[in-house]
């Protein structure tokens, strides 16, 4: 028999990173590098909180989520307000 199911809500951690708050951003996600050959509209951050696991790239208006197992994930904002709301 099929059933339906629905996701269980969480409570996530998040910052949207804007261009000014660069050191909000690096007390929340410590291991946040921006290169100099890059424009400061990009950062890209660990996945998992430290350097030797992979990294994604945040750029101006993203979300960077930090999730129940310590996880750091980009996030468009657009997808963001789909998916999440305050809690």
């Known amino acids: 028999m099929v059933k339906?199911?629905?996701?269980?809500?969480?409570i996530i951690e998040a910052i949207q990173f804007t261009n000014?708050?660069?050191?909000?951003?690096?007390?929340f996600c410590?291991?946040?590098f921006q290169p100099d050959y890059l424009m400061e509209s990009v950062i890209f951050i660990s996945r998992?909180?430290?350097e030797t696991r992979g990294s994604e790239r945040a750029f101006f208006g993203d979300w960077i989520i930090k999730t129940?197992?310590?996880e750091?994930?980009?996030?468009?904002p657009d997808e963001f307000k789909k998916l999440y709301?305050?809690?």
């Not at 339906?4 to 969480?10: A, I």
């Open 4 to 10: 339906q199911f629905r996701n269980k809500p969480k």
């Open 20 to 27: 000014a708050n660069l050191n909000e951003i690096i007390e």
């Open 30 to 32: 410590p291991y946040v």
């Open 48 to 50: 998992l909180g430290y």
């Open 68 to 70: 129940e197992t310590g």
């Open 72 to 76: 750091f994930y980009a996030c468009p």
């Open 85 to 87: 709301e305050p809690a």
